[in-house]
Each structure stands twice: as C-alpha cells, then as structure tokens.
C-alpha cells in the first residue's frame, strides 16, 4: 500500500492507496512540533477503526512547510520501513518538468495539482485550489506547471478584516441570501463569497486572455463546493486532486525504476 502525505499551511492530509482506489482520506492540523511517534500513532489507531491492515510499504510526500518533513521522514523509516519520495527534491522524478524563470522554486502542490488535472482533463487548462491562499496554476498542453497567481485565502482573509477592524466580528464562510446584507455579518458574508467569486471569474478570464487558447478550470480545496454555488466558470471540482497526482508521481518514479 502507497502512504500519500499532503501536507499544506493548515492542515496534513494522509490518504491510503492500495493499488486501485483509495481506501481513505485523514485530516491532522499542520504542526511542525508534531513527532513521527505521534503521528503514527493517530494514523493508526484511524486505520484500525476502518478494520483494515496496516500495510503501507511505500510513501510520497508533499509539502509546502519544510519543516514538518523531517518528522514525516522518520515516520516512514521507522514505521514503514520505506523511504519516502519527496516532491520537489532531486531523488524525486516528475512526469514534466515546470517552465518558470530560472532559479524560480515552485510550492510541491502546485506541481502535483497541475499534473493531477492534466492526467484527468488533458489539454491546458487551470487548477484553482481554496487553501491558506488562494492560487490559480497554470498547466501546458503536455501538463508542465507554466506560472499562476497566488492571492490571499478565504479565511485568511476573514481572520485579518475580523483582527484589522476592532468592530467586526468573526464570520463563517457561506453564500449569503442575497447580495446586498442588512447586517454586519451579512455584509461581510457578501463580501467575502461574492467579492471572491468576482476574482476567480476575473482571473480566469485574464489568464485565458493572455493565453489566447480554450483552458478548462478544474477547482480544488475545502472550500471548492462551496465557491461553485456561485458560479459557472469550474469544469470541475476536485477534492482528492493533490493525492490523486501523488499517487500518479509515484507510479511515474516506480515505472522509471526509480523505487
């Protein structure tokens, strides 16, 4: 079984692959203080609660919090007897290699995600992921990561409206009813939901602009279905898009004898 580690801003996903399908999705705050001896204890006592065997002698990892990765190395070594393949690392082969300017470093998931969509979709097109920040990554025609654009996230956003303004409260995000809010909370409900939904559609319009070529737009993160109640513009929403494209890199590695 394949181990696949997505760890982001926010949170760490751990997802198993058994060859086929995936057997399941876990969910762990992101916490560089957090040991391997801690982790595996989590995953396992989750795993054993599916009533499934711990069977995983293989692992890949991506991350955009390099100090988290170390724990998550000694992780596979210990209790899996593995050493796990890290995106972005030079040990760690990619199907296509990202076009960007020279010296440029590119965040793992970015990677993962355009060629996740690409695997799935084909053809150029843009994977819009909701995460901490809000980042639009661009995919060529043979799936190479090309550029994007990176903006603050949702609820980065809220938290920082809510600290900067000593009168608003904290609120979750949602669609409001309607546009214009009657209320504090609804206003900046509306503000948030429909203010985003009026940046997705407007970069993606530029993006294809500058492109000059049809782009499919594949969406991604938590809050992916809840943006796509507002719009039309997504071909496709994805929540499994970061493990699925690790699980791809990894077989890409395992077929070039690299594992």
Known sequence: MLLCIDTGNTNTVFSIWDGEKFLSHWRIA???KRTADEYFVWLQTLISLRHFEL???SCIISSTVPRVVFNLRVLCNRYFNTRPLVVGKPDCLLPALPRVDAGATVGPDRIVNTWAAHARHGGSL??????TATTFDVADTDGAYIGGIIAPGVNLSLEALHMGAASLPHVDVTRPERVIGSNTVACIQSGIFWGYIGLVEGLITKIRGERDRPMKVIATGGLAPLFEQGT????????DLTVHGLQLIYDFNKEAGNV
């Open 126 to 131: 843009i994977v819009v992921d909701f995460g």
């Open 55 to 57: 069977d995983i002698d």
């Open 30 to 32: 992101t916490d560089h």
């Open 232 to 239: 039309d513009v997504f071909d496709s929403v994805e929540e």
